[in-house]
Antibody
Framework: QVQLVQSGAEVKKPGSSVKVSCKAS????????ISWVRQAPGQGLEWMGR????????DYAQKVQGRVTVTADKSTSTAYVELSGLRSEDTAVYFC?????????????WGQGTLVTVSS | DIQMTQSPSSLSASVGDRVTITCQAS??????LNWYQQKPGKAPKLLIY???NLETGVPSRFSGSGSGTDFTFTISSLQPEDIATYHC?????????FGGGTKVEI
């Protein structure tokens, strides 16, 4: 059974960066896409970007492009999202989610979420 | 970007009621639509994919329909454990986008 386990909560200062990890167990890591989806307090879901490790291909939402980097370490089956230039509006729970081929866009397995708080 | 408009934003119903949620896309997305259930403090869970296909293990009281721009999600007989927020998501084009969510209460 596939499981995604994320790193713990973070508190960051405005202008700094944060890097959240997502370790997969079970399944074939490289064959899937890992997306990052965030949810601000009391708000809806926002897709940020994804990586397809097998193709070493990334896609990003324009809203965060330039500040977000999604990477993957195939040797440890771990995906990462790094967000720079943090603002108070980046305070949210960050989820990783797995999507299967062919579309790589239907999320059938999610991490537990990581709360990132941006505060001075 | 494709905008997904979900309605209502919240609803209150009784156990056993039929509950219907709609999701409208800003352009034709064929059947490239998913529905997720999210309980408080938890990650979303996939219920319906490709607009009308029930994910394995999901109770049959959940269903989805529609194509093009207009989609419907139905709970045929609301159960206490269905209290959650429901989200639609399109995957016709990047960026992937979600509706604003519908909070279902009893």
């Amino acid at each position: 059974q596939v499981q995604l386990v994320q790193s713990g909560a973070e508190v960051k200062k405005p202008g700094s960066s944060v890097k959240v990890s997502c370790k997969a167990s079970g399944g074939t890591f490289s064959s899937y896409a890992i997306s990052w989806v965030r949810q601000a307090p009391g708000q809806g879901l926002e897709w940020m970007g994804r990586i397809i490790p097998m193709l070493e291909k990334t896609d990003y939402a324009q809203k965060v492009q330039g500040r977000v980097t999604v990477t993957a370490d195939k040797s440890t089956s771990t995906a990462y999202v790094e967000l720079s230039g943090l603002r108070s509006e980046d305070t949210a729970v960050y989820f990783c989610a797995r999507a299967s081929p062919p579309g790589m866009a239907t999320f059938d397995c999610w991490g537990q979420g990581t709360l990132v708080t941006v505060s001075s | 970007d494709i905008q997904m408009t979900q309605s209502p934003s919240s609803l209150s119903a009784s156990v056993g009621d039929r509950v219907t949620i709609t999701c409208q896309a800003s352009q034709d997305i064929s059947n490239y639509l998913n529905w997720y259930q999210q309980k408080p403090g938890k990650a979303p869970k996939l219920l319906i994919y490709d607009a009308s296909n029930l994910e394995t293990g999901v109770p049959s009281r959940f269903s989805g329909s529609g194509s093009g721009t207009d989609f419907t999600f139905t709970i045929s007989s609301l159960q206490p454990e269905d209290i959650a927020t429901y989200h639609c998501q399109q995957y016709d084009n990047l960026p992937l986008t979600f509706g604003g969510g519908t909070k279902v209460e009893i």
